[in-house]
């Protein structure tokens, strides 16, 4: 559906910070058009449980789909191939050594379906804001000093917000990934989002979830 189709049925909002109810999203889970992406308004979606995803050439579109697709950090699943590659030495984890790399490899990667990139150069300016402001983090897996795969997004208080991930070699995301999800559970975070479905993630353990209660949950965990 074109911008200028859906303008009459979706709010659009301006300079203030404010969202409407996420229960005003249409069913794909298109809430509002319109603002920026200044760190107040970020964390504030985030908060509210809405993020960004447009194409370059669109104003920027914030979302609030459901279900929501979440993981439990305590329902990771990690299948007997991933234990040989965890235990196995080929990478090494790291966390916030490479972000400007990582969102970088997220940006070129060629993913199937999907003709560009929805991590346009605004976006990586307001990551890596938000990076050196202390809320998006990055995941790394490194090999034989070379960054091969990892993942970003945005961690408020015992919630963190997955944005996007890369592989450059066989497994290297799944690795960081399963790194990071450990990391996070053991700094006490209780639930990560994953934002829409992919099987990638679904094999991981990841799962749907009504909106009501990841907004909810959302808002008992941020602070």
């Known amino acids: 559906m074109a911008i200028d189709e859906i303008n009459e049925h979706v709010h659009i909002i301006g300079a203030e910070h404010f ?29 509210s449980g809405i993020f960004p995803w447009y194409n370059e050439d669109e104003p920027p579109l914030w979302w609030s789909p459901d279900p929501r697709f979440v993981l439990l950090p305590d329902s990771l699943k990690v299948s007997k191939s991933m234990r040989s590659v965890l235990n196995g030495g080929r990478f090494e984890f790291r966390m916030n050594t490479a972000f400007s790399e990582v969102i970088a490899a997220c940006r070129a990667i060629v993913r199937d379906g999907q003709p560009g990139t929805w991590i346009t150069p605004d976006v990586v300016n307001a990551y890596t804001a938000l990076h050196k402001a202390g809320f998006a983090v990055s995941g790394e897996a490194w090999s034989n000093g070379a960054l091969v795969g990892g993942l970003y997004g945005v961690r408020i208080g015992r919630m963190f917000f997955g944005e996007s991930m890369f592989s450059k070699v066989s497994n290297a995301s799944k690795y960081a990934f399963i790194k990071m999800v450990r990391h996070l559970a053991s700094e006490g975070v209780q639930l990560i989002d994953c934002q829409v479905y992919t099987s990638h993630l679904e094999s991981l353990g990841a799962q749907m979830m009504p909106r009501a209660e990841f907004v909810a949950a959302v808002a008992g965990l941020v602070g």
Not at 23 to 46: C, M, N, T
């Open 19 to 47: 969202f409407p109810p996420v229960g005003d999203a249409l069913p794909d889970g298109l809430l509002a058009i319109g603002g920026d992406l200044s760190i107040e308004r970020l964390l504030l979606a985030y908060r």
